[in-house]
Structure formats: structure tokens, C-alpha cells
């Protein structure tokens, strides 16, 4: 293995591992702060919003661009974000209503003492930070097999890629590890989805190259970012915000919404001066 292949999976690796750097910072708190729940779970909604919508369909747009007319790559794109979405509301709709953690919002978080309703209440948290694992392990999938193909073929484009992808990871690793910890108040398992989460980056990376490369095309990958958008939406606005809203009164979820879109925005700005 060239140099340039180990660059390639090291700086993808880094990027996709940024997650832990998140789930390590969700820490700093009481399992019974619910006003930093409800922030968090904001800010990330806020955070996946805003990169769908900014970021990642404008991308899709641009890889379906490379092979059919922009007017035609634009609206497949679209068609895309909205398949995403459906994808999620049937899984959703698969899910038994009485195990399914989009049926009900009201979560309380735990305390010293759980009660059996606040027992089940939590199984439903821990359903819902699987939720928010796999939809991010689908993102990073196809996110670090393009950060490995980019440093491959540009490294300096390929590492600011990585960077930005990086500072994306870290309030994802929060989205996968606040939902976990205050179910189980297990850091270890709460740190362990979201390090696995992560490692979706890297997967990516090596299955594009031993296997996916010589069949992947720009237009499959526009398609598959799209689709990855729309599955991050629905997620935001059907589990993230309601949730977050019906943990603490007040604008605190609007709040950690703004801020995630603000830092999102801040980073992208930045990474391009």
C-alpha cells in the first residue's frame, strides 16, 4: 500500500473518529440537566439541518451536474431528499408503535430512583440514540468514502475537506451520545455507539477503494448524498426537535437549533477564507 493510500485512510480515519471528541464533551453534565438535553438535541437537529440543506444537497447537485443537465441534476436531487425521507417514515412505520421512540416524545430523563414507566421511557431514549447512530453511520459512509477518494486524488482539497467533516463529527457524536448516556447513565456504552458511528468514515473509505471504486460514478454518489439529506431531515424534525422540546419548557431547543446552524455556518465560513 502506496503512501498515498495510507495518507488517504489516515486523514478519513482522524475525521470520522471526531465523533468521540463529541460524545466526550456530552459528558460535562448532570444526567438530570435537562436543559442541556434539550439544547443539545436542538443543536444537533440544528447541525444536521443545516448540512443537508447547505451542504450536502448543493454537493449532490454538483456530482449529478457532472452527468446530466443542471436543470435535470437539480431536480433528482430533490427527488433524492424526498425518497430519503420516505425511506425513514416506512422503517418508522415498520417499528411497533409500542416500541417505536418517534410515538411518543415524552421522555423524562432518569434519576436516582426509575419507576417502571420511567424504566420504559428510557428504552425508548436508548431506541432513539440507535436511530440517531445508524442515520449518521449512513452519512459517514458515503462522506468518507468521498473524503478518501478527494485526498487521494488532491490532498491539500482532500485534508480541508476532512477538517470540515471533522468539526460535523463532533456535535453528531453528541446527537448519538446524549440520547445513550442519560438512558443507561453508561458512559462506556454511550461512547462506544458513537465511536462505532464513526467508524462508518473510515468503512467507507475502505470499501470505495477495494471495492466500490471502479463501479462508482458521480452520479450514483450525488444520488446517494441526496438521499442521506433527506434522511437526516426527517430524523431532525420527527425525533431530535420534538423530543428536545418536550424535555424542558421554554425556547431552549430553539435555541441549541440556532446554535447548531450558527456553528455549522461559522465553520464553513472559516474553512473557506
Same mark, same amino acid.
Given at each position: ?17 471526531? /465523533? ?40 449532490? /447537485?454538483? %456530482? ?65 440514540? $440507535? ?50 448516556? %442519560?438512558?443507561?447513565?453508561?458512559? /462506556? ?33 450525488? $444520488?446517494? $448524498? ?48
Amino acid at each position: 500500500m502506496d503512501g498515498a493510500v495510507l495518507l488517504a485512510f489516515a486523514v478519513t480515519l482522524g475525521a470520522g473518529l471526531s /465523533t468521540g471528541i463529541g460524545s466526550a464533551l456530552a459528558f460535562f453534565t448532570k444526567t438530570t440537566n435537562k436543559a442541556f438535553f434539550a439544547v443539545s438535541m436542538g443543536f444537533s437537529a440544528g447541525v444536521m439541518i443545516y448540512l443537508s440543506f447547505v451542504e450536502i444537497l448543493p454537493k449532490s /447537485t454538483a %456530482y449529478l451536474s457532472s452527468s446530466v443537465p443542471e436543470l435535470e441534476a437539480t431536480a433528482i436531487a430533490a427527488g433524492a431528499l424526498i425518497l430519503g425521507m420516505v425511506l425513514m417514515a416506512i422503517i418508522d412505520a415498520l417499528v411497533p408503535s409500542g416500541a417505536n421512540p418517534h410515538e411518543n416524545t415524552q421522555i423524562e430523563l432518569i434519576g436516582d430512583n426509575q419507576s417502571q414507566l420511567e424504566l420504559a421511557e428510557n428504552k425508548k431514549l436508548l431506541r432513539m440514540g $440507535f436511530f440517531v447512530a445508524l442515520a449518521i453511520a449512513i452519512h459517514n459512509f458515503p462522506e468518507g468514502l468521498a473524503t478518501f477518494l478527494l485526498v487521494l486524488d488532491d490532498p491539500e482539497i482532500g485534508i480541508a475537506l476532512a477538517i470540515a467533516v471533522a468539526m460535523h463529527n463532533i456535535p453528531e457524536g453528541i446527537a448519538v451520545s446524549v440520547p445513550v448516556y %442519560y438512558a443507561t447513565k453508561s458512559r /462506556t456504552k454511550a461512547f462506544r455507539l458513537s465511536f462505532l458511528s464513526g467508524l462508518a468514515e473510515p468503512a467507507g473509505a475502505v470499501i470505495g477503494y477495494l471495492i466500490l471504486r471502479p463501479f462508482l460514478t458521480d452520479f450514483s454518489l450525488g $444520488f446517494v $448524498f441526496s438521499m442521506v439529506a433527506g434522511v437526516m431531515v426527517f430524523l431532525a424534525i420527527d425525533t431530535l426537535l420534538p423530543t428536545a422540546k418536550n424535555s424542558a419548557r421554554g425556547h431552549l431547543t430553539v435555541y441549541g437549533l440556532m446554535a447548531g446552524m450558527a456553528v455549522m455556518a461559522a465553520s464553513l465560513v472559516l474553512l473557506r477564507l
